[in-house]
Each structure stands twice: as structure tokens, then as C-alpha cells.
């Protein structure tokens, strides 16, 4: 508690008690004698009563900004029933990270009305890599026996397991640095997506109550990972023991990375047995106003919107639209998207393409997961 004394009352007090005499012929500065003659000895001036002076108390400084937003996240820890000492052993030395701002912020997007897409073309040569495609079939090769099973089990093609772990990290190579706790946390704060932040770092919290170590929980800027590079709600829900030693290490063991891979997709409804769709012509003269879908799905609007109606492989055929490949049953239901424009590269896309864009909601992803899976099955 500070104190403060008013220095005019001060100074009122002391012209109050001196002679003006003296104050006439006295340097104040100079010093006082010894002890003052007998005849020049006056008797005591009776003591002036001062005025009581209130002390200034000033006020603790509350929190605010990010040291503040780290009381909300306790709070939603406690209720979310999160062990005291792992909220302080984590919650109160969180920084907030102006590196993955920057990152999210600088995020690509048009403005809100804008009807612009950029060509698949580039982003397929980015993705779709002699580098990816080598590594990726050398895996498939050596991993043959286990990706037998995972597809036994979860009914899911295993080169679309294995591409997806080439998409996201390069076959384990890069799989990100960033403390898993301060991202979400940061990002969270941010507030683009509240919600969505709050209850990922809610479950990066389970996942130091389960006994995973902190050190493990390393990622990406936007709060991905491991070798599947999870979200931690996935990592609780779906990580799997894929190479049967009793636990699902996803950040260590690449069986049990292609294991998760494989049941996140069955989860998001990969139907067995059903390719993910195939390359195909289209004629010039195809009515595509007349195919336009009238579904509104729930989620990432703008990518399903460029997706056509719903019609049987035996409907494409009827109205030109080819195979240049292998091709699907008559009966297999398929939509069309043509990424480049018309005139250009086309595909029939099943329902399991729908799965794939669970994974990660963005039609070039799934094209180029797609496409590098093709390759790494063919070996090359």
C-alpha cells in the first residue's frame, strides 16, 4: 500500500510555526549553531494541531488482453473436469504467439463476393511430386503386409491412407515444431474461430491428463499433430494401435499414424470396395447449367457448390462424359467437377472423394490426395 502526503499543506504547517523574523534573516541552507545564546532564547511556540492527511491507496492492476483471456480458459478447464495440475502446470505460462497470428492471418482468401478460383494445375505439380509419388510407392511396397490389414479392417484403400500421410507431413519428414498448448491457446484468443479453438485446446489438456507428455504435443501453427496431424479431439477419438504394441503413438510410430489415417476416413463413411473417382472427357457441348446441384450441405459451401448433381456412372456415359482410365460401376453413383474451367481436366468423384474432403474441406486437397494415391499404387 503507497502513501502520498500533500507537500502544500506541508509547507503551509511550517510557515505556520516559524517567526517572520527569522524567516527574514535566515539562509535556509546554511547550517544550524551548536545551541542558540540564553537572551536569544524565546520560550516554545505552542505546537499547531495538523490536519489529518488521508493516505492515497491505489488499486491493483486487473489483467487484460491475453493474460486475461487466460482466466476464461481455467475457468472452462475446471468445468470441463481437467486436473488442477495440469490447468497451472500449463494455463498460466502460456505466451501469447504473434507468429502463428501472422500465419493464420495471412491465410489466402478472396473477398466475400469475389467468384475467383485459381487453376488446380499448380497446386497438383506442388503436390503431386515425382519426390511424393517415389517415397510414397517405396512405403506402399514395404508396408504391403500391415496396409493389407488396414484395409481389411477399416474397408479403406490404403494409397489414399498413404497419400494423405504424404500430403500432410511428407511421409513423417515435417510434422511442425510448434507447442500444441500455445497455438490453441493463441488462436483461440484470436477469435476467428472462438469456439472451435477453445474446445481443441480443452482437449490438448485430456490429452496431458491421459499421461501424453508435453514435450510430444508439437504441431503445426494451426494446431495439427503427429503424422496424421490430428486435431487433439481427433487424437482422443480416433488415434489406433496400428503395429499391436497396446498403444497409439501417433507421433512415433508410423503404423499406428496410417492406422489413425485409415480410421478417420471409415469414421467420416468411406464406403468399401469404392474408388474415389476417376479422370474422365467431357464433351464440349455438355448442358452444365442443367447439371448444376441444388444441395445446400452443412458445411464448406463454396466447395461443394463447384460439384455437379448426383447421377450414375450409366447416366455420365449417356450424355458423353468418358472415362480416360479405369472406370466405376454402372450402378456407382458419382458428381462432376471440372477444377481448370471446361475444356480442361475433369472428374467423375464417389461419395468416399466426400470423405477425403472431411479431412481437410479444400477441392484441391482431395483432387491432389486422390491423384498422388493413384500413383503411389501404380509405382509410379
Not at 511396397?141 to 500430403?167: D, K
Not at 482422443?236 to 480410421?263: V, Y
Not at 452444365?288 to 460439384?307: G, I, N
Request: glycine letters at 8%; charged letters at 20%; hydrophobic letters at 40%.
Amino acid at each position: 500500500m503507497a502513501f502520498r502526503w500533500s507537500s502544500s499543506l506541508v509547507c503551509l504547517a511550517a510557515l505556520a510555526l516559524t517567526p517572520a523574523s527569522a524567516m527574514q534573516e535566515r539562509d535556509p541552507l546554511a547550517p544550524l549553531p551548536d545551541r542558540p545564546p540564553a537572551s536569544a532564547q524565546r520560550a516554545a511556540p505552542v505546537p499547531v494541531a495538523q490536519p489529518m492527511l488521508q493516505p492515497v491507496v491505489t488499486a491493483p492492476t486487473q489483467p487484460s488482453g491475453f493474460e486475461a483471456y487466460k482466466q476464461r480458459l481455467i475457468a472452462a478447464a475446471r468445468t470441463a473436469g481437467v486436473r488442477e495440475a495440469t490447468i497451472q502446470a500449463v494455463i498460466p505460462a502460456l505466451r501469447q504467439n504473434a507468429r502463428v497470428i501472422a500465419l493464420d492471418r495471412a491465410q489466402p482468401g478472396g473477398p466475400p463476393n469475389s467468384s475467383y478460383i485459381p487453376p488446380f494445375a499448380p497446386y497438383r505439380a506442388e503436390h503431386v511430386t515425382t519426390d511424393l509419388i517415389t517415397r510414397g510407392a517405396a512405403r506402399f511396397r514395404s508396408y504391403a503386409p500391415q496396409l493389407a490389414w488396414l484395409e481389411q479392417r477399416f474397408g479403406v484403400e490404403p494409397q489414399v491412407v498413404m497419400a494423405i500421410f504424404g500430403h500432410e507431413t511428407s511421409y513423417g519428414r515435417i510434422t511442425g515444431n510448434f507447442d500444441l498448448a500455445e497455438v490453441l491457446a493463441t488462436l483461440a484468443y484470436e477469435g476467428r474461430r472462438r469456439q472451435f479453438f477453445e474446445e481443441e485446446f480443452i482437449a490438448s489438456l485430456r490429452l496431458l491428463d491421459r499421461g501424453t507428455p508435453r514435450e510430444r504435443l508439437k504441431g503445426s501453427w494451426a494446431g495439427a499433430t503427429g503424422y496424421p496431424q490430428f486435431m487433439p479431439s481427433n487424437v482422443l477419438r480416433l488415434a489406433t494401435d496400428g503395429d499391436g504394441d497396446g498403444t497409439a503413438n501417433i507421433w512415433g510410430s508410423e503404423m499406428d499414424g496410417l492406422a489413425s489415417i485409415a480410421a478417420y476416413l471409415q469414421d467420416a463413411g468411406w464406403k468399401r470396395g469404392v474408388h474415389w473417382g476417376i479422370p474422365v472427357s467431357v464433351p464440349a457441348a455438355l448442358d452444365r447449367s442443367a447439371l448444376r446441384t441444388t444441395l445446400v450441405p452443412p458445411r464448406c459451401p463454396q466447395v461443394f457448390k463447384r460439384h455437379s448433381r448426383w447421377l450414375t456412372m450409366r447416366e455420365w456415359r449417356s450424355l458423353g462424359v468418358q472415362p480416360t482410365g479405369q472406370s466405376l460401376p454402372d450402378t456407382e453413383m458419382a458428381t462432376l467437377i471440372e477444377p481448370d474451367g471446361s475444356q480442361a481436366t475433369a472428374y467423375l468423384l464417389t461419395g468416399n472423394y466426400r470423405a477425403i474432403l472431411d479431412y481437410n474441406c479444400s477441392n484441391f486437397y482431395a483432387l491432389s490426395v486422390g491423384l498422388l494415391a493413384d500413383r503411389i499404387a501404380a509405382g509410379r
